[in-house]
């Protein structure tokens, strides 16, 4: 992984955390409109902002942990933990593999340089396999 171009990614998401996590958080509302049961909805909090706070504002912060220290194996031990709790809730490897797609094609609309954007591949390609791994051959 590019070192330079890690952490210029990493500070990109941190300017743009509030509205790329928001993004996401409303399009896999709209993609899985059933996962709004499984949201242990709490009082003042929309289906969005739940979600926003339990999946999405949790990937982003585990995405740019791999950025700063340059391990997108620390993917590896989350995945597998999300596989083991959260289908009993109902999340699916549908509801995983469309947040992290829907999550770095917001990325991909940020003013990025081509080695930002081969980085941002190269952790999607590495979380996306993971998750294949783990609810595919479990």
Do not use: K
């Amino acid at each position: 992984m590019d070192s330079t171009a890690a952490a210029q990614l990493a500070e990109q998401l941190n300017d743009e955390q509030e509205r790329l996590c928001e993004v996401v958080a409303v399009r896999l509302l709209r993609a899985f409109p059933e996962i709004t049961q499984t949201l242990r909805l709490e009082e003042n909090h929309t289906p969005t902002t739940r979600l926003l706070h339990v999946a999405v504002t949790r990937l982003y912060e585990l995405v740019r942990a791999m950025l700063l220290f340059e391990q997108p194996t620390l993917a590896d031990s989350e995945l597998r933990w999300a596989h083991g709790v959260l289908p009993r809730s109902g999340v699916t490897y549908e509801h995983q593999a469309m947040l992290i797609a829907r999550f770095f094609e917001e990325v991909a609309t940020l003013p990025l340089t081509s080695n930002e954007r081969r980085v941002a591949h190269e952790i999607e390609r590495h979380m996306l396999a993971q998750v294949n791994q783990v609810y595919r051959h479990h």
